[in-house]
Nanobody
């Protein structure tokens, strides 16, 4: 059973920083491509960033590129999202997700239906 647990959300002022973490339960974490998505109130869930199994390849949504950094520590079974220069429009519930299917875990995945497992989400609020 795969479990993903996000943490690190909270309230931050515009221009501030936060680091989200996603702890995975399975030791096969290094076999999964991983991603972050977010959903703001009244909006559809949207892609934020993704990272390959080894961490050598990353890809970002245009709205966060240059401000957010996705990374992973396979020894700790943990995914991270470092967020800086935060804006009020970054306010959302942030979800981590895993691509475990071998037909997709080798490539860049930006659509939510491509992900096989999801965490419960962590709230990020950017407000003064």
């Amino acid at each position: 059973q795969v479990q993903l647990v996000e943490s690190g959300g909270g309230l931050v002022q515009p221009g501030g920083s936060l680091r989200l973490s996603c702890a995975a339960s399975a030791r096969t974490f290094s076999d999964w491509a991983m991603g972050w998505f977010r959903q703001a109130p009244g909006k559809e869930r949207e892609f934020v960033a993704t990272i390959s199994r080894t961490g050598s390849t990353t890809y970002y949504a245009g709205s966060v590129k240059g401000r957010f950094t996705i990374s992973r520590d396979n020894a700790k079974n943990t995914l991270y999202l470092q967020m800086s220069s935060l804006k009020p429009e970054d306010t959302a519930v942030y979800y981590c997700a895993a691509v475990t299917d071998i037909r997709r875990n080798w490539r860049i995945n930006t659509q939510d239906y491509e992900y096989d497992y999801w965490g419960q989400g962590t709230q990020v609020t950017v407000s003064s």
